[in-house]
């Protein structure tokens, strides 16, 4: 269980940063959990900055698309799924999505993107596989 450090309450030290649904699956916040993961780190924005209520900065925002955008494709997850796991509307997460979508357009955004998704469907099958 090593990628999915602190999944009951996703605590920070000064407590908890949003608050998962209580009909949000186990398997959908560690869905989540590797994702946010993955893109904090590539786009240099905090965890923090990904929840965070309203509009934010266009770095941010981009991040959180495409997080969004992760989870609905490798992860297949509804748009509604998504958007209670990132605290947003479905018609946003479709609007991320559109917005990432288009930025594909661009071939190094496209490469980037093609990496996460092969790394994450890679984790994604191996993870199954030990549970198999």
């Given at each position: 269980?090593?990628?999915?450090?602190?999944?009951?309450?996703?605590?920070?030290?000064?407590?908890?940063?949003?608050?998962t649904p209580s009909y949000t699956s186990i398997y959908?916040?560690?869905?989540?959990?590797?994702?946010?993961?993955?893109?904090?780190?590539?786009?240099?924005?905090?965890?923090?900055?990904?929840?965070?209520?309203?509009?934010?900065?266009?770095?941010?925002?981009?991040?959180?698309?495409?997080?969004?955008?992760?989870?609905?494709?490798?992860?297949?997850?509804?748009?509604?799924?998504?958007?209670?796991?990132?605290?947003?509307?479905?018609?946003?997460?479709?609007?991320?999505?559109?917005?990432?979508?288009?930025?594909?357009?661009?071939?190094?955004?496209?490469?980037?993107?093609?990496?996460?998704?092969?790394a994450l469907a890679s984790l994604m099958h191996e993870k199954t596989q030990e549970n198999a």
């Amino acid at each position: 269980m090593a990628y999915f450090p602190n999944v009951a309450g996703d605590a920070f030290p000064h407590g908890l940063l949003y608050e998962t649904p209580s009909y949000t699956s186990i398997y959908s916040i560690h869905i989540r959990q590797i994702v946010e993961h993955c893109v904090v780190s590539a786009f240099d924005v905090s965890r923090e900055a990904l929840y965070a209520p309203g509009r934010s900065h266009a770095k941010t925002a981009l991040a959180r698309q495409v997080a969004m955008y992760l989870t609905h494709v490798v992860f297949g997850l509804t748009l509604t799924e998504v958007g209670e796991l990132f605290q947003r509307d479905r018609t946003t997460v479709a609007h991320g999505c559109s917005v990432v979508e288009d930025l594909r357009d661009n071939p190094d955004m496209d490469r980037v993107l093609t990496i996460f998704e092969t790394a994450l469907a890679s984790l994604m099958h191996e993870k199954t596989q030990e549970n198999a």
